[in-house]
């Protein structure tokens, strides 16, 4: 048993660290794939950005709970409306706006003294 393992020290060692090695690294992918563990972020944007759609997302990732949205069509400010939405949610805003072609279309949402800014030009 003794010169097996002198013998096969440094295999038997080479194979302990690299499995010890995939199991931490395992461990560490899992934890960066988890868009919620340790992350603070928060974004906006289009249901589907080449269509005439307005339709929008909020997707939080942070501890901020409170959001407010306006829309704007050209620099007037046509809706306004706030949203609550926890840690992990995903959530949709339809938005309907008449008379479009040609005009830039802006959704300014803010939360918590960051603010995030989405548009579309639809050209027919």
Do not use: C
Not at 36 to 57: I, Q, V
Request: aromatic share 16%; hydrophobic share 35%.
């Amino acid at each position: 048993m003794n010169y097996f393992i002198k013998k096969n020290i440094i295999p038997i060692f080479l194979a302990i660290f690299m499995l010890s090695s995939f199991a931490y690294l395992s461990w560490t992918e899992k934890q960066q794939q988890d868009l919620d563990y340790g992350k603070d972020w928060w974004s906006a944007y289009f249901e589907n950005p080449k269509n005439d759609s307005f339709d929008f997302f909020i997707e939080n990732h942070s501890e901020i709970k409170n959001f407010h949205w306006e829309v704007y069509v050209e620099k007037n400010k046509t809706y306004e409306s706030d949203a609550q939405l926890s840690k992990g949610e995903i959530k949709k805003f339809p938005i309907t706006v008449s008379d479009i072609k040609d005009k830039r279309i802006t959704i300014k949402i803010s939360g918590n003294n960051e603010i995030r800014e989405i548009y579309k030009i639809i050209s027919q």
